[in-house]
């Protein structure tokens, strides 16, 4: 079974400066989350999809971010524009129901540099 | 709100002997708590959870978990610890519902051999 897939691995950009991080989740999970992850922190969440709707994204800040998973499978998550501190690792997670004890499983993540 | 504590930053054990990385939580309801491990430069790879029944759950890799309400605590224990486990630990936890999973700040794992 394949697992969680992102792109790129790594990106580099200048502050105010935008950039776009594509998820494909694990084929038939309904539930997709992303998280940014700050060097020396756990993963906080961003926003979660359940199929093509946002079930939270308290977190997300709407000024500069932006994620849309339009036909319920793949998603991508919006920087515009970046600054100093979005630099991070942006994972994806995806899960069968996204509720209780559900795992939640992770993909690689995408490294961004903000300079 | 639900909140994770792991008291360690660094945990350093020599290969073979046990280890155990310290998990406490907080929760409203009852827990559902996880257990993930990361190698640099990759994702979290998901080890065990805890959802109900027997307080002591098998993972992955020979790592378990105890969780115990008393103490509201579910740490990482494995019998003998290997060189290739050395990695950071994140633990876990939600609330019962749609609730978002709450990490840790993570455990940072050497074992020494």
């Known amino acids: 079974e394949a697992g969680v897939a992102q792109s790129p691995r790594y990106k580099i950009i200048e502050k105010r400066q935008s950039v776009a991080f594509w998820c494909n989740p694990i084929?038939?999970?309904?539930?997709l989350y992303w998280y940014q992850q700050i060097l020396g922190q756990g993963p906080k969440l961003l926003i979660q999809f359940q199929n093509n709707g946002v079930v939270d994204d308290s977190q997300l800040p709407k000024d500069r971010f932006s994620a849309e998973r339009l036909k319920g499978v793949d998603s991508t998550l919006k920087i515009q524009p970046a600054k100093l501190e979005d630099s991070a690792v942006y994972l994806c997670?995806?899960?069968?129901?996204?509720?209780?004890?559900?795992?939640?499983?992770f993909g690689p993540g995408t490294r961004l540099t903000v300079l | 709100a639900q909140s994770v504590a792991q008291p360690e930053d660094q945990v350093n054990v020599a290969e073979g002997n046990p280890l155990t990385v310290k998990c406490t939580y907080s929760v409203s309801g009852n827990p559902y708590l996880f257990w993930y491990v990361q190698y640099p430069n990759r994702g979290l790879q998901f080890l065990l959870k805890?959802?109900?029944?027997?307080?002591l759950v098998k993972g992955s890799y020979g790592f378990e978990a105890e969780f115990n309400k008393s103490q509201t605590s579910f740490h990482l224990k494995k019998p003998s610890a290997l060189v290739s486990d050395s990695a950071l630990y994140f633990c876990a936890v939600r609330d019962a519902g749609n609730t978002p999973l709450v990490f840790g700040k993570g455990t940072r794992l050497s074992v020494i051999a």
């Open positions: 997670a995806s899960s069968s129901s996204g509720r209780d004890g559900d795992t939640q499983y």
């Open positions: 805890y959802i109900t029944g027997d307080n």
């Open positions: 084929s038939g999970h309904a539930t």
